[in-house]
């Protein structure tokens, strides 16, 4: 049978997105006024981030000889008013930001130092663990480390010890584990997909294995990273070893929730359980026993255009793809509020449910064929912004 492709797989063979150049070149921030120092941004959120005018220098007092009038001070510039605003927040917000390379200061500097999102996930990019933790302390980090291998692999060639299989895996990254002590939990492979039980049942018997020699070594591990849809939910029980060892060591479990052309495409209000984004409801639900319900981490989250079957809307990957389509179906006409509308419907959805440690948006720093999903620039800059108006605290 032909093996699915699957999204990450066919981003690789894609080319790159032309709508990354044009929104960098609309969202860089305003020079700041004459005279003055340091970053301007930017006031999206007045309530957060107030946008004035230096005050005008005054004009020398008239000298009485000559009795001259004192001459009227300059108005001065206009406040910009934002188009919109966001009230206060009672509950912090539980978005964070997956980074592939942080190459724009913006992403530490900014986001990172400033909005102090939840949780931020890092690609291979490992060295910027320790800032995030003297900018940010209460900021949690999942580390990722890229693999020339996935899963399907070890499948394929035969192993079925995994034990010797997880041995092998942990003594590969086990140098960069070790230097990289900011991240706080590990994941293993990436958005593995398994057409059977007995795969599933092998991988949750790797990754039961791969929690238990890490905790020898004093790391946490996030295990599963499934893709967006995935596992069919049949298969959960063949995946309970992995959590049953991540509650024995306190790991948690990591999935990816993203839906096209918006983030509620199969969601179903009634429920309030979706098939793409909020799945890990019916996960928990009706597929995990209580006593199994470890810690989530949504490790990737947001628009992706590859995920999904028979949905509305044109082909794409990142969000920025789907920027016309929102425009034509009465979204607001503003890309990044359009976009920052559905992350805050996520994100309060996720501040329902205790057991969710956070999600992380996809992506920033995009590396190639990815830069159709780029946040940084200005939809950063609102995001910031979302975040320091309901801080974690």
Not at 1 to 6: A, D, F, H, I, Y
Not at 202 to 211: D, I, K
Not at 271 to 283: F, I, M, N, Q
Not at 334 to 361: H, M, N, P, R, S
Request: some cysteine; proline content about 9%; overall charge negative.
């Amino acid at each position: 049978m032909k093996r699915r492709l699957t999204r990450r797989q066919f981003l690789n063979l894609a080319g790159a997105s032309a709508a990354a150049a044009l929104l960098d070149a609309c969202s860089a921030p305003a020079p700041g006024p004459a005279g003055t120092t340091g970053p301007r941004y930017r006031a999206y959120l007045p309530n957060v981030l107030a946008e004035t005018a230096p005050t005008p220098a005054p004009e020398p007092a008239a000298k009485p000889a000559t009795l001259e009038p004192t001459a009227k001070p300059a108005s001065p510039e206009p406040t910009p008013v934002p188009r919109r605003t966001l009230p206060p927040f009672e509950r912090p917000s539980k978005l964070g930001i997956a980074v592939q390379r942080f190459r724009d200061p913006q992403i530490m500097d900014r986001i990172i130092a400033d909005g102090h999102p939840r949780v931020v996930k890092i690609y291979g990019d490992l060295g910027a663990a320790a800032e995030i933790k003297q900018r940010s302390p209460g900021t949690i980090v999942v580390g990722h480390i890229n693999q020339q291998y996935d899963f399907q692999n070890a499948i394929t060639s035969g192993a079925t010890d995994m034990a010797a299989y997880a041995a092998d895996f942990v003594a590969r990254h086990l140098d960069q584990y070790r230097v990289n002590t900011g991240v706080d939990y590990w994941e293993g492979h990436n958005e593995p997909v398994f057409e059977n039980e007995a795969k599933m049942a092998l991988y949750g018997q790797f990754e039961a294995e791969r929690v238990r020699q890490m905790a020898a070594h004093g790391f946490k591990c996030a295990v599963g990273n499934f893709s967006a849809g995935s596992p069919p939910l049949e298969q959960w029980d063949d995946f309970f070893p992995a959590l049953r060892a991540a509650r024995e060591f306190g790991g948690a479990l990591a999935l990816h929730e993203y839906a096209a052309p918006t983030m509620q495409h199969a969601y179903d209000p009634a429920s309030g359980e979706g098939w793409l984004t909020l799945r890990y409801r019916k996960v928990y639900r009706y597929h995990v026993p209580p006593d199994l319900h470890i810690p989530l981490v949504v490790t990737e989250a947001g628009i992706d255009g590859l995920v999904g079957a028979d949905r509305p809307g044109p082909h794409g990957a990142g969000w920025q793809d789907f920027i016309d389509y929102w425009n034509q179906i009465a979204l607001d006409p503003d890309a990044f509020w359009a976009y920052l509308d559905q992350l805050q419907w996520y994100d309060e959805e996720l501040q329902k449910d205790d057991l969710v440690i956070g999600a992380t948006i996809f992506v920033a720093g995009a590396l190639g064929h990815f830069a159709s999903y780029e946040i940084a620039g200005g939809m950063g800059e609102l995001l910031t912004q979302y975040l320091m108006a309901h801080p974690v605290g």
